[in-house]
């Protein structure tokens, strides 16, 4: 059966269509209401879309399908403003019995907005939750704070621990504040959810991306039990969008075992990589930069040596797997594109993740090397403080979108959510406007890097696409037919008005995956 989508205004190649008949998955013609109906015949689907706006369809390179999913048990601490609220929400949350797998668990904070200045301890959470284990990660995902039941629970209390993974007080005791890895010793204590229990987290994820208008996205650090969750939806026929799978990097020597390769899976479901960290955030100051902090002499923390990426990077590549490097300092990005050249691979087969703080020889060299930048521009806004950790001259360099592109370097645009909201039009937004009508103070100092609109939606489109192993998308005949559709026209509506924009349906592979029209 053919679906014909009538009466919209559609940015074709050829220039402005009224219509578009869709079958098999494919776009078979572009053009006037009357031969759309014609060619879809007299048993299509028909929908009118008065005057909605079709746009090619939207990919999100870089989200987390089970954290997003798991939004709805999970605190939201975005906006918190002080040591004193986050301690309320916490005990809101024990009264309102939100507690899940027996923990409280919560995402978002900013210490850099609480009034106190200073970071959360295990003492401030004691106090409101004494006897159920509590685990509060930073907005960044990088830092987070436990009360002393997670780290009695997780066998850290009494035990002598890593500085770098637990901070210690003058005696050696943990205070609460955890790092990194730190971070995961006590998530594995946290007891698994069932196999239903994340087919239905992971649906969740999916549906709201697809609300969005995202048709494909990049679902990064995914474990074994989500990726049993995404096959079950798939069988079931429940995969509203397509998603291209980034396994965490231990996944590499069993996929190895079992003779499992990068691409295997199909247009909606693909294995197509592995994720390695090589530094932290900048809110957390875990980003590895070259020179120290400028409010601080750390230079934050190196994960990983270049022999160990490079090592990496051999191995992945004899699996056919890409490597998505989550790199944010200019020292992280500098020793990734260091061990790709060592290798002496072609970058199109690694992604930089991040790719935060750089410079005109830093963007020179990931062209040289051909990575793909995976940016996520709505950091423009929420890393509002960054001009004081970097000082005025590495400023100028962050999120440097434009000159990435100018230089021929193939930018992917992405949300890293729950990280940033899932809404690609606050990305867009913040991408051509860089925070101007909000105040940001790094505006200033890099308005030269604004992007065009045409320029977002191809890094949101084709880029993305690209980034996930994906055909360009045009709206052409023949081409896949994943479309996003949106209430009014971003190229007629004046900057500031595109946040505003809101979804109204969306197409993948052919079908409607969510309408509100
Ligand atoms: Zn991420």
Not at 120 to 143: A, E, M, N, S
Not at 173 to 182: A, R, Y
Not at 237 to 251: A, C, E, N, Q, W
Not at 335 to 363: F, K, N, Q
Request: net charge neutral; charged share 25%.
């Amino acid at each position: 059966m053919s679906l014909v989508l009538v009466n919209g205004v559609i940015y074709s190649d050829r220039g402005r269509e009224e219509a578009i008949t869709i079958r098999n998955g494919r776009i078979v013609y572009v053009g006037s209401n009357e031969e759309a109906l014609e060619i879809g015949g007299s048993r299509a689907r028909i929908i009118d879309l008065r005057g909605s706006v079709v746009l090619p369809g939207i990919a999100d390179a870089h989200v987390h399908l089970d954290e997003l999913g798991l939004s709805n048990y999970i605190l939201d601490l975005r906006g918190v403003k002080s040591i004193g609220e986050l301690k309320e929400r916490v005990k809101q949350a024990r009264d309102e019995g939100r507690i899940m797998k027996g923990w409280i668990l919560g995402r978002g904070w900013d210490q850099e907005l609480f009034k106190e200045r200073r970071l959360p301890t295990r003492d401030d959470i004691d106090q409101v939750c004494p006897d159920i284990p509590v685990l509060l990660i930073r907005v960044c995902g990088h830092v987070a704070v436990a009360n002393t039941k997670a780290l009695e629970v997780a066998g850290v209390m009494g035990k002598k621990v890593s500085p770098t993974a637990f901070e210690v007080d003058s005696k050696g005791i943990p205070t609460g504040v955890i790092f990194e890895d730190g971070i995961e010793v006590i998530m594995r204590k946290i007891p698994k959810m069932d196999v239903r229990e994340k087919v239905e987290v992971i649906s969740n994820a999916l549906n709201t991306l697809a609300s969005y208008g995202v048709t494909a996205v990049g679902f990064m650090s995914c474990t074994p039990d989500s990726f049993e969750a995404l096959q079950i939806l798939r069988k079931q026929g429940k995969l509203p969008i397509r998603v291209m799978v980034y396994f965490t990097s231990d996944m590499m020597k069993y996929l190895k075992r079992i003779g499992l390769r990068g691409g295997y899976g199909d247009d909606m479901l693909r294995i197509m990589g592995i994720k390695i960290f090589v530094d932290g955030s900048l809110g957390g100051r875990t980003a590895f930069l070259r020179r120290p902090y400028s409010d601080s002499n750390t230079r934050g923390v190196l994960r990983m040596s270049k022999a160990e990426i490079r090592s990496i990077l051999e191995e992945a590549y004899s699996l056919d797997l890409q490597v998505a490097i989550h790199a944010i300092g200019d020292g992280a990005i500098v020793e990734a594109l260091g061990a790709i050249e060592e290798a002496g691979l072609d970058g199109s087969h690694c992604r930089i993740e991040h790719a935060s703080v750089v410079d005109e020889d830093i963007i020179k060299m990931m062209r040289k090397t051909n990575v793909i930048a995976v940016v996520q521009p709505h950091f423009i806004i929420s890393d509002w403080w960054i001009v004081r950790r970097l000082g005025d001259d590495r400023a100028r360099w962050a999120y440097a979108f434009r000159s990435m592109i100018n230089a021929g370097i193939r930018v992917a645009f992405s949300t890293d959510a729950p990280v940033e909201p899932v809404n690609p039009w606050l990305t867009i937004y913040a991408a051509v406007t860089r925070g101007e009508m909000e105040g940001i103070e790094l505006y200033k100092y890099t308005v030269s890097e604004k992007l065009s609109l045409e320029q977002a939606l191809e890094c949101y489109t084709s880029g993305s696409r690209i980034a996930l192993g994906l055909r360009e998308m045009k709206l052409r005949e023949n081409a896949l037919a994943d479309l996003t559709i949106v209430d009014r026209d971003p190229y007629a509506v004046s900057t500031f008005d595109l946040k505003r924009i809101r979804n109204v349906a969306t197409i993948v592979n052919g079908k409607v995956v969510h309408i509100a029209l």
